[in-house]
């Protein structure tokens, strides 16, 4: 597609429930970010995945936390029995790959998730 | 690990007059680029102007310029003719080879008329 696209822009749940984020990449992006961006703060590292390497997951806050990405195409973030903590805004983000560092990131909406 | 601070929380500007906004980091790198991203109400994060370490020479988009120095690990953002559409949040982002962007707090600029 023309841009990275996140599904859903919203999501209200209630404490303890499993949600599911999803971001659709720029086509021919080879890396792939999730990013968290809680209210009035910068924007913290959670994954990255690049082509088909293992996942870098030294950012995931809890093992409550998992995503997943076939192949160069959609990845889903999986956050299991959310807590109030969760609430936050998830970015995801695409670029060609993850080693040429002058590439830029192109980032998505975003989905902005609330945690009852 | 590298690290990005951003000293001020919130900026205001006058429209048509230049502002400068603070970035430091921390890092032990040799190889790496600097990112400014601007963060309207929309969410969505737009790249404003990179700079590669290993050049000097300080990058410049149309009203957008920074001003590198290495030595001091400083990477300032110069807005100059501000217009009423630059307020958002500008996020200072470092980024080394084989690793995400690593991003400051932010700081939230305001454009008053």
């Known amino acids: 597609g023309a841009g990275v696209s996140q599904s859903p822009s919203n999501k209200v749940t209630e404490k303890g429930k499993d949600v599911e984020l999803r971001c659709d990449p720029i086509s021919g992006h080879t890396a792939l970010y999730w990013y968290r961006q809680r209210l009035g703060q910068g924007l913290e590292f959670l994954i990255y995945?690049?082509?088909?390497?293992?996942?870098?997951k030294s950012g995931l806050p809890s093992d409550r936390f998992s995503a997943e990405r076939t192949g160069e195409s959609v990845s889903t973030l999986t956050i299991q029995r959310t807590q109030q903590e969760d609430s936050a805004v998830y970015l995801c983000?695409?670029?060609?790959?993850?080693?040429?560092?002058?590439?830029?990131?192109?980032f998505g909406d975003g989905t902005r998730l609330s945690i009852l | 690990a590298q690290t990005v601070t951003q000293s001020q929380p919130e900026m205001s500007v006058q429209e048509a007059e230049t502002v400068t906004l603070s970035c430091t980091y921390d890092?032990?790198?040799?190889?790496?680029?600097l990112f400014w991203y601007k963060q309207p109400p929309s969410r969505q994060m737009i790249l404003v102007i990179r700079q590669e370490a290993y050049k000097q020479q300080n990058a410049t988009e149309n009203r957008f310029s920074v001003n590198f120095q290495k030595a001091a690990k400083s990477f300032s953002l110069k807005i100059s003719d501000s217009q009423l559409g630059d307020a958002a949040m500008y996020f200072c982002?470092?980024?080394?080879?084989?690793?995400?962007?690593?991003f400051g707090k932010g700081t939230s600029l305001l454009v008053t008329p």
């Open positions: 890092t032990s790198e040799s190889d790496y680029y």
């Open positions: 995945f690049q082509g088909n390497s293992a996942p870098d």
């Open positions: 983000a695409s670029s060609l790959d993850v080693l040429t560092v002058n590439q830029p990131q192109h």
């Open positions: 982002a470092y980024r080394s080879p084989g690793y995400a962007l690593n």
